[in-house]
């Protein structure tokens, strides 16, 4: 392997799970359907981890930019032909001694104009005095319009038997119109909870346009980024004779982003020159790349560049579509 990597020290290997979610789309059938929606629950509930398996690769461009005038958004998920559009609910119900009434009213923001409302409860801890706080705020500020579910999550971490007496228990405690029993983790019943989210939405037209939320994998955009910094420190020809693949994308735990890409250039030659002496062309790409994506995602990321030549890349179909093109048999 001659391929060279620049990188971060900590070039720990990839896990199994290194691999985004699919980005491929469901077809879009029936009236659309959009709403926002808002993730409350106890500090560690789980929330931005729901969140992600939720919205996945699809951050959209828009969440990043747009403050509404309802609550900041966090992301956006499509669900067939409803868009979903999650807010955030910053300082919501952080534990009390004695609950502030008055800081949970002035709190409780996203949520207020939210069409659904879903509570987190961690599975082992159960009804806690903070989760307590929270269906007595609920019952007094949940709106005529507004749904409110319940997700038991961490299910992993308890038995059946366990589950099933606390949802019996909340239940009894706070009129849910649905309970999902999800890991928001490892992904169990998160489809499910997604798929209702979608279903329950008002009917009416989303709030953005397709093309900025579903079209716009983080890969690409993540991509994009790393061509145009290789496109400003290069010789004019060579940008066009070379593309960039995000392989792997994977969202670490503690809070940072490893993502890998390849540059596939057309000659050999042009490999030294976007590796520079000693590879200071590619770190200084790095260097560059990485600070966008940083500022992009909010999150701290370590970027992997790998150089290969490839003097077909322009023929392959494979490269095409990873840029969202459709490519035509003898067209290239
Ligand atoms: N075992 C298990 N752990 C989970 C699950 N979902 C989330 N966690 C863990 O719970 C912890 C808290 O998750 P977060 O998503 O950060 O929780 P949060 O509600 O956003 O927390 P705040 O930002 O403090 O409000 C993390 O360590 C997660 O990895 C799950 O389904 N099972």
Redesign the pocket.
Known sequence: MSDQETGPDDATPMGDNAMMPDSAQAPVEGPTRAGFVALI??????????LNKMVGAKVSIVTHKVQTTRARIRGVAMEGAAQIVFVDTPGLFRPRRRLDRAMVAAAWGGAADADVVVL?VEAHRGLTDGVTAILEALRERVGPAQRVALAI?????VKAEVLLALSAKLNAAFAFEETFM?????GHGVGALRAWLGGTLPEGPWFYPEDQIADLPMRQIAAEMTREKLTLRLHEEIPYQLTVETEAWEDR?DGSTRIDQIIYVARDGHKGIILGHKGETIKSVNVAARAEMVEFLGRPVHLFLQVKVRPNWLEESERYSEMGLEFKDGNA
Do not use: F, V
Not at 41 to 50: C, F, I, R, Y
Not at 182 to 186: G, K, L, N
């Open positions: 629950g106890e500090p560690n509930a789980g929330k931005s981890t729901l987190l999550n961490k299910i992993d971490r999800i890991s928001a983790e490892r735990r």
